[in-house]
């Protein structure tokens, strides 16, 4: 039996997921995405849970995945993302052409830039990273090798893929990706993309109409 656990909390404007990570009988966490506004509700979970958030693992710097990290952030929280992302976690406003009317988002400094074929170690659990941009230039994805789990960002949902014509978006990019990073997971792998429900690599290879095998 795994002791990972991990919970989606749809939250922000437009429902994007953030999930908080931990294992059983520990108190550290780990928080995925950072929506806006999403503080409270991530607080509220964490207390209930008796967790203390360590570090935020950024999939990529979009306004509605991001913009909530800087409310949340503390000396003792360590962020992490890919420097391709940098100027929209630094500079969101150059998003407002794109992002909902009037929201005000925060930047945020990230820590540590990660990159394709890193490993990160989550108490005890090896999580591999691997880039794939094609929805931004960015875009990361977390595999917990062991538990089969994958934090994937907006690079595939559900029968759906994420969008390519924002800026620095490439539909042929995004496919090369998918193939290379994500089909290449075993079948049976949960896929946590940034909207929507969890989908696994063997579904969407079966079922997803923008990207076949």
Known sequence: MSLLKFKGIELGPIGTNAY???KH???????????PQCKEEIEAFLQS???SLREMWLTHGHWDHMAGAESLNSENIHVIG????????????????????????????VD???????ELNFLGSSVEVRHCPGHCPGNVVFWFKDEKVCFVGDV???ESVGRYDLPGGDMATLRDSILKNIYSLP??????????????????KTHNPFVRP
């Not at 100027?87 to 988002?105: K, N, R, T, Y």
């Not at 540590?112 to 890193?118: A, D, E, K, R």
């Open 25 to 35: 009988g520990q108190t550290d966490c780990v928080l995925v995405d950072a929506p």
């Open 156 to 158: 595939i949902f559900r």
């Open 20 to 22: 908080v990570i931990w």
């Open 187 to 204: 079948d049976d792998t949960i896929l946590c993309p940034g909207h929507g429900p969890t989908t696994t690599v063997g579904y969407e």
């Open 82 to 109: 890919h420097k391709d992302d940098q100027v929209m976690f630094e500079q969101p406003e150059i998003m407002s052409a794109f992002a909902i009317p009037g929201l005000q988002m925060q930047p945020i400094q």
């Open 49 to 51: 849970k008796n967790l």
């Open 112 to 118: 540590t830039w990660i990159s394709h074929g890193g």
